[in-house]
T-cell receptor
């Protein structure tokens, strides 16, 4: 049973910001919102995570709504190497991967 | 920075053979997770260990077993291999911090059962 809902695919122009939405209306109080990406059968790569507050690191920003029922991952300046499947996961231990969003960055 | 190490990276086995996959976590990480990713599928949780004890179990076949050793490395043992076991097997390691427990994945072992 999927705990998150993401659009199946998204295109983005190189150099532009990519905003990836995720719905997680059944998130529990102790669950974090994690974002991972997987580039062509490589190991999933951790991007960012948060509990309630917005977060930013060198890769991305994470915006979590006040009710915690949805979030947005922002890649500020997409490059061709950001083409990947992006997974939004709510968890406090094991990760349950859903279908993810296939992001294609085009030149 | 040190990452999760998995060996072997590629493995080819015949049906009904056995296979052992190894995972070496990031230093000071005490928790190991195993995931299986079949062709065209998303990773699925198999089993996890915390401080050498099994902490959770997912859809892991009875033919598979795993353990975590005193140096925190983990091994996934797979017996009576079937064609359907052909998949990528990822190991992830983590440790609990004030910001939760972020898992970092290894590069995976690609298992092909013929």
């Amino acid at each position: 049973d999927a705990k998150t809902t993401q659009p199946p695919s998204m295109d983005c122009a190189e150099g532009r910001a990519a905003n990836l939405p995720c719905n997680h209306s059944t998130i529990s109080g102790n669950e974090y919102v994690y974002w991972y990406r997987q580039i062509h059968s490589q190991g999933p790569q951790y991007i960012i995570h948060g509990l309630k507050n917005n977060e930013t690191n060198e890769m991305a920003s994470l915006i979590i709504t006040e009710d915690r029922k949805s979030s947005t991952l922002i890649l500020p300046h997409a490059t061709l190497r950001d083409t990947a499947v992006y997974y939004c996961i709510v968890s406090w231990d094991k990760l349950s991967f859903g279908a993810g969003t296939t992001v294609t960055v085009r030149a | 920075a040190a990452g999760v190490i998995q060996s072997p990276r590629h493995l080819i086995k015949e049906k009904r053979e056995t296979a052992t996959l190894k995972c070496y976590p990031i230093p000071r990480h005490d928790t190991v997770y195993w995931y299986q990713q079949g062709p065209g599928q998303d990773p699925q949780f198999l089993i996890s260990f915390y401080e050498k004890m099994q902490s959770d179990k997912g859809s892991i076949p009875d033919r598979f077993s795993a353990q975590q050793f005193s140096d925190y490395h983990s091994e996934l043992n797979m017996s009576s291999l079937e064609l359907g076991d052909s998949a990528l097997y990822f190991c992830a390691s983590s440790r609990l911090t004030s910001r939760g427990e972020t898992q970092y994945f290894g590069p995976g072992t690609r298992l092909l059962v013929l």
